[in-house]
């Protein structure tokens, strides 16, 4: 079977060297040296601003919420992996709908503002696919109406926006460094801010501890280990090969599917992306469905985002967010990974096609 995505693992001898380290300092989590060094190292790759590493993109979501002292309603798209809304629900903040643009994956900006209420906080955008939104005008929105800004970057390790790492922009971005996603610590998060937030982030992760018998507010366990950091530190020199094999892949399937008409394709000459997924939307659910059944038959594993997300939360943004739902019934993702072979493209795109035209 070719899966939809598939885990890089670096050298085993370069991580069994960081273990080695770990166990001959038995200093195995509680911001540790590990920690500290990918907390350096993975913005220095990036060019970008500060990063605290914590469990996993999902509580990065949260401790922003958290930091930002975020209460209210929060506008977000339909259009995510679910852990983005959750994320909202869990703070105890309520999340407004607006829906996705009709050609693409991420909040409509035109939409926004006819959102706003006297009880809006925040906004939390997905750059979907690594796609970045359109931040310009967020940003303009967010300062006419006084809201914070967090962006779930979840998918963006080396998407830029003009010209700079997409985790500089917002109050807050966060990322997932979970072992399906371009750069992973098998699990893990970053939450990318500036110095005051990372002060309040940093009590945020550890219990709310200033001191050893000492605390200041509720906090929560949101740290990681010296195993997680080392696995950071491990993938981290070999992100260029990654990206640049993302690329390629992406570049692939362009060729062999953007002259059919039906099925739209992300442009993988698209400024700053990182080519982190291949979506392809197909021009109706039936012929999505075709296609999936058609490839599985086949031994491939594509996957429907953000399918059943849509699913669960169906009923609370129907009738105001069509784009996303319309979207959600005719997209598939297509497998991309760094050991998938061209040929293994090429008969993908065989089977897409057949099945098209038939
Ligand atoms: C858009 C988005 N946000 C948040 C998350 C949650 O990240 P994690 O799995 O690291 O908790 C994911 C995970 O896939 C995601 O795709």
Redesign the pocket.
């Known amino acids: 079977m070719i899966p939809v995505t598939k885990p890089f693992l670096p050298p085993r001898s370069t991580y069994i060297a960081y273990v080695e380290d770990i166990y001959n300092r038995v200093w195995l989590t509680n911001d540790g040296p590990l920690v500290r060094e990918l907390e350096s190292a993975v913005p220095r790759h990036l060019k970008s601003r500060e990063m605290a590493f914590v469990s996993?993109?999902?509580?990065?979501?949260q401790l922003a919420l958290r930091a930002l002292e975020v209460q209210g309603e929060v506008i977000t798209t339909p259009f995510?992996?679910i852990?983005?809304t959750t994320?909202i629900i869990w703070e105890n903040c309520n999340p407004k709908f607006v829906d996705i643009e009709e050609d693409g994956f991420n909040i409509d900006p035109t939409k926004i503002e006819a959102a706003i209420t006297e009880h809006t906080a925040a906004i939390l955008a997905?750059h979907?696919f690594g796609l970045a939104c359109d931040i310009q005008e967020i940003q303009n929105i967010a300062e006419r109406h006084n809201l914070v800004v967090i962006y779930?970057a979840?998918?963006c390790f080396g998407t830029t926006y003009q010209g700079q790492s997409i985790f500089n922009f917002g109050d807050v971005s966060?990322c997932?460094?979970?072992a399906?996603?371009l750069f992973h610590t098998v699990?893990?998060?970053g939450v990318f801010m500036d110095e005051t937030t990372r002060k309040k982030v940093s009590l945020l992760r550890n219990f709310g501890h200033n001191g050893p018998e000492r605390f200041q507010g509720i906090g929560i366990n949101g740290k990681n280990s010296e195993f997680h950091a080392a696995m950071g530190l491990s993938v981290l020199p070999h992100m260029k090969a990654i990206l640049d094999q993302r690329e390629r892949i992406n570049s692939r399937y362009f060729e062999l599917l953007s002259g059919n008409e039906g099925v739209t394709l992300v442009d993988p000459q698209t400024e700053g992306w990182n080519w982190a997924y291949c979506p392809v939307v197909f021009q109706s659910e039936e012929a999505c469905s075709s296609v999936k059944e058609n490839l599985e038959n086949n031994g491939v594993s594509p996957r429907r985002y953000f399918y059943p997300s849509l699913e669960v939360l169906h009923g609370q943004f129907d009738e105001h967010c069509p784009n996303s739902r319309k979207t959600a019934s005719r997209i598939l993702c297509m497998p991309s990974f760094h050991e998938l072979r061209m040929t293994e493209i090429d008969r993908i795109c065989t089977i897409i096609s057949n099945t098209l035209d038939s």
């Open positions: 996993n993109g999902t509580l990065a979501l995510s992996y852990a983005t994320s997905t979907c779930d979840a998918h966060t997932s460094f979970h399906t996603k699990e893990g998060g």
